[in-house]
């Protein structure tokens, strides 16, 4: 089997699908506390740094997807497969559980 090399630039999302860089998760609490990394909680917000060709509806014809590239998104706790690529850690999630785009 031969060895398959990763990076932001080789994913392409197929369909709805898109490709998030997770942000940073707080280190520390409001009132200053350090959080270890066992207590700090899976971030819900990304960069979207790629994006699939879109739904494929019934006539064969594709529905342009609603983000693009560099959209900040608020997605669903649970969804997508994480993947992480060298030290950056990245979502692939389907349109659908993206909730709102953040400015």
């Known amino acids: 089997m031969a060895a398959v090399s990763l990076s932001v630039s080789t994913v392409k999302p197929l369909g709805d699908r ?4 997770v942000s940073e998760s707080e ?20 960069e979207v740094v790629q994006v699939g ?3 494929a509806n019934e006539d064969g014809s594709r529905q342009a997807p609603e983000v ?7 997605y ?3 969804a997508g497969t994480d993947i992480k690529l060298g030290s950056d850690e ?14």
Request: proline share 6%.
């Open 76 to 78: 669903s706790k649970y």
């Open 27 to 46: 280190e520390k609490t409001a009132g200053g506390i350090l959080l270890p990394d066992t207590a700090k909680e899976k971030p819900q917000v990304g």
């Open 53 to 55: 060709p879109g739904k």
């Open 18 to 21: 898109v490709f998030v860089k």
């Open 90 to 103: 990245y979502v692939l999630l389907s349109e659908k559980d993206i909730l709102a785009v953040v400015n």
């Open 68 to 74: 693009g590239v560099g959209d900040k998104v608020l």
